[in-house]
């Protein structure tokens, strides 16, 4: 079993905090204090919960340059102040550098009792089968 730091927990506590407040601040629509917080509050937390070192390995591999740096150039238009246009280029930035773990979360997700339920309906299922690709697809 692996064991949690301290300095862990509250990176997950810090990153939680971010995706909450990144929330609110979409919900309130889109209060430039509320992003600017979440976004800080989600990257420190990143980077307690893998490291530093692995945080920095993780967004400076040349492969997923132009990932990273949408990512972090949408935090920055959030800071300049236009939060509209900088969530959009975040969102871009975190789906090309997350997209390599989309297929292990909606498996994840669809081994989940009532909600891989929901995940495997027909129209559903398709859709997320086509993001996911076919060859993750277990069939039971």
């Known amino acids: ?3 949690i730091t ?3 927990k509250i990176g997950v506590g810090l990153a939680g905090f971010g995706v909450a407040f990144l929330f609110l601040g979409v919900c309130l629509l889109f209060d ?3 992003l600017a917080i979440g976004n800080i509050l989600f990257i420190s937390g990143l980077a307690c919960v893998i490291g530093l070192e692995r945080t920095f390995r993780f967004f400076f591999q040349w492969h997923k340059a132009k990932g990273s740096g949408a990512f972090f150039g949408g935090i920055l238009v959030v800071l300049l102040g236009w ?3 900088g969530m959009c280029v975040e969102l871009y930035g975190f789906v090309v550098l997350f997209s390599g773990f989309f297929p292990v979360a ?3 997700l669809r081994r989940i009792p009532i909600l891989g339920t929901i995940l495997n309906m027909p129209v559903i299922g ?5 993001m996911a690709g076919d060859q993750y697809k277990q069939m039971i």
């Open 6 to 8: 301290d300095v862990q």
């Open 83 to 85: 939060p509209i246009i």
């Open 32 to 34: 430039k204090g509320l």
């Open 106 to 108: 909606i498996n994840f």
């Open 126 to 130: 398709s859709y997320l089968d086509s």
């Open 1 to 3: 079993m692996m064991q």
